[in-house]
Each structure stands twice: as structure tokens, then as C-alpha cells.
């Protein structure tokens, strides 16, 4: 089976599932072509006109038993340029939404983001979604914009959507650690926060949590991971002047992050945007007791009693834990690849049946 794999947008997270599927779907083959993660307005609105005319565009006037596409990618208007391709089937997977997506101060408030992603998922013969999360909030998003347009808005396009969705999420790369093992050093929990260094991942909220580890003297010592930009948020400066901060920056290897995550008790989130929770799933996977908001994704996979609504009960989360004991870390075997990947596997064959 011949399978064209696009991706618009070719950051971490998204280039990692493209390689995870080449990786772990061997018997197909795979045609991948990606676009640099940068200049996002240009790339979200450009990305045909750059294929068609790019390194790749002969691979636009072969004939594919499937074409896989990325949630940046604009499937509407590429599918309509591109007549050899028009009649194969066409999935589109959404990692995030640009309806759910928060904005920075940075951003203006163009729709044209959020149209890309409803002419794609209504062009597209299937569409996939990593959560329910990401999919209602875009489902309601859609329903919301239409009901704000002047006239001949059709109001039944979140059904038409809906139809021909389904919830497969982005599987985890790891295999779940067996064992857990008390990696505690004098009676000290380890407490890591491994997200983007960017204002949608809550860093005023982890300030303000681990400034109350040290007011309150918890016995926790904790570690700031996660990707570091070129620009970063000003709470990351504040953080390293905390003496329970025994550790703040990028591992440079994912060996070193693995067992930065196997020598901790506690995987922290602080974020306020999240459509899965890879970092949290991967913190789970290596038997990390998850801490999150009650909200976004988080719901999906972390019990009730792991979840906070304010900075103030995550606190006392963290008090009660420092006092009776870490609950059990959630089972998210269900979440690798190697559970997973028969399911894309079948879903692929199925979806290639109907060309």
C-alpha cells in the first residue's frame, strides 16, 4: 500500500508521529514530505503553493493508495490543485485546533487559521482527532463561527465533521516502566515539569506552585525540563533563584530526560492549553503520579484524584502527598505504540479500501 504522509507544520510533536508511523508501520509505503515549523501564518495559508512548487512536487503527480495529512495542512485547496491526487482517499489527522488554540500577544485575530482547519476536515474523507477534548472543543468552535456570520452560514457543518471522526490519539514512544522504585533522597519527593518553555504551558502558575513548595518548606526538590526557546517566558528567571529548583534547563539526550523521568515521584503540569499531554504521558509511562489541571485532555486519562481546579489544590495535593504517600500512578500502556499501532494499521487499510 502507497502512502503519501504531509506535514505543513514539521514541529516536534508532529514530526515525531509521522516517524512513528514509518516506524512502526513497516509494511506500507510511506512517501514523507514535511515543511519547516516557522512563519506559521505563511505556512498554514502557503503550504500548497510551497509543495507544488518545492523539492517534492512530483510526488503531487503520483498515484497513492492513501494520502495522510497533518492538521496544518491546507487538504482543500491542495486536493483541488492537484487533480492525479484529488480522487484518492485523504485523512487528516488533528493534533490541536486553531479554534481551541490560545492566543499571545503576538497574534492578530485572522480566522483564516481557523477556516484552514474546517475546509481541511471537510475536504478530507476521514478525519482523526488525538482526544475528545480536541475534538469537541473544534466541533463547537465551528458551530460558534458560523453562528457569528452575517448570512448563508450553514449550521450543520460540526455534524458533517463529526460523521466521519474518530478519537485515536498520538501514541507514546516508550514501553511503561514495570517496577516502581522509591527514587526519594532523604525522604524528599522529586517533582519534574517537562513542557515548552512558552506561555500556553502556565509558567506563572508553576512559579507561583513551586515558590509555595519552598514558603511551605515541603520536602520536594524539583526540576524544570521541557524545550527552551530562544525567548522565554520571565518566570523561568525567577524559578532559578529558588533553592528547592535543584535543576532548570533542556536535556540535551533523550536518555538523559528518560531517567531525569524514572528518578522522579511527581510529573507536574501547569499548562492552559493541551490537546493530549504527551510530557504527562510520557512522565506516567516511566511511573510518575501525574498533577494537572482539571481540564483540557487531562480529564481523558488521569483519575480525579491527580487533578487540581486551582494553584491553591495543587498545593495541598502536594502537602497531603508529602504526608500520606503518593497515590498509583495511572496505567497508560494503552497509549504506546505498541498498542496502538495495529489500530492505525487497520483504520489505514480500511480508509485505502475506498479509492
Known amino acids: 500500500m502507497k502512502v503519501l504522509l504531509l506535514s505543513a507544520y514539521d514541529t516536534d510533536s508532529h514530526k515525531s508521529w509521522c516517524q512513528g508511523l514509518m516506524q512502526h508501520l513497516p509494511?506500507?509505503?510511506w512517501h514523507y514530505s514535511c515543511l519547516p515549523g516557522r512563519y506559521f501564518s505563511w505556512r498554514i495559508r502557503g503550504n500548497p503553493l510551497s509543495w507544488m512548487t518545492g523539492k517534492d512536487q512530483s510526488l503531487f503527480q503520483q498515484r497513492f493508495d492513501l494520502i495522510i495529512a497533518t492538521s496544518m495542512v491546507d487538504v482543500a485547496t491542495l486536493r483541488?490543485?492537484?487533480?492525479?491526487?484529488?480522487?484518492?482517499?485523504?485523512?487528516?489527522?488533528?493534533?490541536?485546533n486553531q479554534f481551541a488554540y490560545p492566543k499571545s500577544q503576538q497574534q492578530h485575530g485572522s480566522i483564516e487559521p481557523q477556516m484552514v482547519n474546517l475546509y481541511s476536515a471537510l475536504a478530507a474523507d476521514h478525519v482523526l482527532f488525538n482526544s475528545q477534548f480536541n475534538r469537541r472543543t473544534m466541533l463547537d468552535g465551528i458551530t460558534q463561527l458560523m453562528a457569528k456570520m452575517p448570512d448563508l452560514a450553514p449550521r450543520n457543518l460540526a455534524q458533517r465533521?463529526?460523521?466521519k471522526s474518530q478519537i485515536l490519539p498520538v501514541p507514546i514512544n516508550l514501553k511503561p516502566a514495570k517496577a516502581w522504585v522509591n527514587h526519594s533522597n532523604e525522604n524528599k519527593l522529586k517533582l519534574i515539569w517537562n513542557h515548552r518553555w512558552e506561555y500556553d504551558k502556565g509558567p506563572d502558575s508553576?512559579?507561583?506552585i513551586v515558590?509555595?513548595?519552598?514558603?511551605?518548606?515541603?520536602?520536594?526538590?524539583?526540576?524544570?525540563?521541557?524545550?527552551?526557546?530562544?525567548?522565554?517566558?520571565?518566570?523561568?528567571?525567577?524559578?532559578?533563584?529558588?533553592?528547592?529548583?535543584?535543576?532548570?534547563?533542556?536535556?540535551?539526550?533523550?536518555?538523559?530526560?528518560?531517567?531525569?523521568?524514572?528518578?522522579?515521584?511527581i510529573v507536574l503540569s501547569t499548562a492552559s492549553h493541551e490537546f493530549q499531554?504527551?510530557?504527562m504521558l510520557e512522565g506516567a509511562a516511566m511511573n510518575c503520579v501525574p498533577l494537572a489541571p482539571n481540564d483540557l485532555a487531562y480529564p481523558e486519562w488521569i483519575p480525579q484524584s491527580c487533578l487540581y481546579q486551582t494553584e491553591q489544590d495543587a498545593i495541598c495535593?502536594?502537602?497531603?502527598?508529602?504526608?500520606?504517600?503518593?497515590?498509583?500512578?495511572?496505567?497508560?500502556?494503552?497509549?504506546?505504540?505498541?498498542?496502538?499501532?495495529?489500530?492505525?494499521?487497520?483504520?489505514?487499510?480500511?480508509?485505502?479500501?475506498?479509492s
Not at 483541488?80 to 490541536?96: D, I, K, M, Q, R
Open 27 to 29: 509494511e506500507f509505503e
Open 80 to 96: 483541488g490543485l492537484t487533480p492525479e491526487l484529488a480522487g484518492t482517499p485523504w485523512l487528516v489527522y488533528f493534533h490541536e
Open 161 to 163: 465533521i463529526e460523521s
Open 206 to 208: 508553576l512559579l507561583n
Open 211 to 265: 515558590r509555595a513548595i519552598e514558603e511551605k518548606r515541603l520536602p520536594i526538590e524539583v526540576n524544570i525540563a521541557g524545550k527552551r526557546f530562544q525567548r522565554a517566558p520571565d518566570a523561568f528567571d525567577k524559578l532559578s533563584d529558588l533553592s528547592c529548583v535543584k535543576r532548570i534547563g533542556t536535556y540535551e539526550s533523550v536518555e538523559d530526560y528518560l531517567q531525569a523521568l524514572l528518578e522522579s515521584d
Open 277 to 279: 499531554g504527551l510530557a
Open 317 to 354: 495535593l502536594l502537602e497531603k502527598w508529602c504526608q500520606q504517600g503518593l497515590p498509583e500512578t495511572p496505567d497508560v500502556h494503552h497509549y504506546t505504540w505498541q498498542y496502538m499501532a495495529p489500530k492505525y494499521q487497520s483504520l489505514l487499510v480500511s480508509l485505502s479500501g475506498r
